[in-house]
Each structure stands twice: as structure tokens, then as C-alpha cells.
């Protein structure tokens, strides 16, 4: 009897749901993802599918209403309070109230009244709107087999989450569906195993890779790319060494080819941002790479380190020929100049590069480091360089970018704002703190 009863459960919770899936008439599409996520980490895809934010962000980086209908700026830009829509429900049907608007802001007091949610800051902080565009999700139990609960996430948007697996304290799989689809998302550490999943069979779609892989060759796949313009790839100079002076960063940059295409990064701001502007460009130029360094002699042996992903490795050895070989040439320039007297200095711009392959490179110890980074939303730079922030891993110093950082932050106007951040993205440039490369790209796989 016991072991009836046992087999029943077994059935009506485990096969009868699978079947009843199974005879449903939805588009299902198996969808490779990289990464290593839990439930409360979800990618950003799957999260902006399964709910909606206070906010929405735009493709020039502009924020607009969601969740909210407006909201207002008070106490001198240290309060906000966002209007919340009325007639919105969650996924079980329940009403949202501006009681469930949670966001984890350190140092940030929620208070929830009949219609609005306010936020008081610590400081003024503009760009706060961008952060409130996080889905908003709730973390509920639900039974299963009977005997036991698991979490479910409920959200407000038009997917919602069916099931998930976890393997090791990380998702394995999680299967989000609306009305006409099922997408059943499998997660991998590395590209590698992705890929060999999909040769398995176990996934239709590859997603976010690096470089088009073996794959893309087969007759029965689609590869599609796709330019991000919120992500860059760029060579970034440990400032505290003395080595890298204002003339050997700006000859370094002139010294090697850029990718003139779509592709061509020129500064840390997207191009589709409403803040951007073309700066200086550092276009590859020999002559002007040369000048700089004779400007000025290196007292020091030009000899470090760049440090790079495996990703990136093929990059960095071509970046590595080209500074060298125009080593070479600035010295024999060097040499040739009567007007150099000291002859013995030449010898210092005989470039030598060491590449350190590392897929976590570590910000507080390197030289050079070539590497990818992803500019958030909002044109707002404090974190990356304002020279009090720990987050300013190239530890560059400038006071005036410094005051333009901080004003970015503080300025309500957004003309006024615009200003300022086309003013620091033509001052950083001119200093050359880093040399902007390229937008990076991803490829994505798909089975026909």
C-alpha cells in the first residue's frame, strides 16, 4: 500500500506535467548560455523577459518610465519618488503595491505610501533612475512532492519562470514560457562546453561566443553577429608606474592599427549614448608615434608586462609585434638625430613586451593589461576613474576630471550634463589613460 501510494505521488508530480507539456503546441527552444548564475543572479536577458523595472532603459542610454508613470527630483537631488502604475498585477495575480518595490542600495531608505515609492540618498546622485530599471522579482516556496517546498520566482513581465535545476549550488537549467513559447535555457562554465553540447545536441542555440566556432562551418547552422557598442576592449596602463608617461602612452596608442570598421572603439562612452562625442582618435600614425617619444626620452628601459584572457591572446601577440618593431625604428631614429645628444637614452625605446596570459587577470597587480569592460547605461565614469574611487584599477589621477566626474553626478539639466561629459571624454583622451580599441563582438549559433 505504502509503496502505491509512494508510486502515485511519483506520477501525478513528476510524468503527468511532463506529458501535459509534452502535448502542448509551443515553439521550445533549447538556448546554450556561458556563465555560472544562480536564482538570484539571473542573467539580464532572462531577467528583462520574466519582469519589468521602475524604469526602462533606452538605446542611447535615456531612461523612461515602466513600472512607474513619472517620478520627481526633491531634496536638492537626494530624494526620489516614483508614481506607480495602476492595474498592474503579479504573475499569481496578485496587485503590485509599492510595498513590493525592494531594491537591495546600500546606505538607501525605502518608504512605501499609498501610491509612490520614495528614496533618500545619502548623496545626489543623477543617474539614479538607471538602477531602478533591475526587474523587480519575488521569492516565494511552493510544495513539491508533496513532502517538500522549493523556491519559485515570480515576476511581472510577459515570460514566466516553469521550473529550473540546480546542480553544485549554481542553475543548471531554467525553462521560461509565455502563451506561444518555451525557452529552456542550459548553462555551461566555458564556451567550450557549450559548444559541445550543441554537438550533442542538448542545445539549438549558442549564444554570446567570443569567436565563431567550428560549428558555424556545418551546413545546418546559422551564425549571426552581433557589434556591442556597450562594450570595449582597450589596453589599460598602470599609472603608478613612472615608465608610462603622458608622451610613451600617447606614442604607444599612436604606434598600432586600429580596426576602422563599425567595430572601432575611440573612447569609454557608447557612440550611441546621448552624451558621446568623437574625441581624439589616435589613428594609426608612425611619424607622430616617434615625435612623442623623442619628445621626451624615456630615463627607463621601455620593458613590462601586458597581461590578457586567452580570449585575447592572439590580439596581444599583434599589438605586442607592432610596439616592438616600432621600438626598433624610434631608435633608430633616435640614433640618427644630431640634435639628441643624449645618444645613451636611445637605448631606452627599444620596446620589449612580456605577455602573461591569466583569465582573471588580477586590477592590483600588473603593468599593461588588455582586457574587455562594459560601460553602464548611463554616461556616469566615477567609478572607473575618479582618482578617490578603489575601483580605479589604472590608478590615474586628474583633478579636473575629477570635478567633472563629480559634477556629472550632481547636474540635473541633461544638456548641462551632456556638456560635461563630452568635456571629460576629450580631456581623458587627450591624456591617454588608456588606449580604446574596439567594440567587442559576439557570435551567436543557431541549428536551422
Known sequence: MIGSIVMAIVVFSIFIPVIARLMERKKVTHIGMIGNYTLSTLPEEIQKQISLGLTQIKEDGSVAPSLSTRWSIEDEGQTYRFIIKDSVFWQDGAPLKPQDIQYKLDNVETIATTNDVVF???????PFPTIVSQPLLRYEEEPFLFFFKKPKIIGL????????????NRLKEIIIENDQERKRYRFYLTENDAIMAFK???????QDLSTPPDVSSWSTTQ???????????AIFFNLENQMFSKNVRQALSYALTKNNTDIRAIGPISPLSWAYIEGKTYDYDLDRAIERLLDGLPEVPLEFELITPTVYETKAETIIREWQDFGQKAFDECMKKKEIKTKDKCGNLKIKVQIRISNFPDTSNFQTMLIGQETPPDPDQYFLWHSEQSTNFSHYKNTRIDSLLE???QVVDKQERKTLYQEFQQF?????PAIFLEHLVSYQVTRK
Open 407 to 409: 559634477k556629472g553626478r
Open 157 to 168: 513581465g510577459e515570460y514566466r519562470v516553469t521550473n529550473f535545476t540546480n546542480q553544485a
Open 200 to 206: 550533442k545536441g542538448e542545445i539549438n542555440v549558442l
Open 428 to 432: 581623458l583622451l587627450e591624456d591617454a
Open 120 to 126: 533618500k540618498l545619502p548623496d545626489q546622485y543623477v
Open 223 to 233: 551564425t549571426d553577429e552581433k557589434i556591442h557598442p556597450e562594450r570595449y576592449l
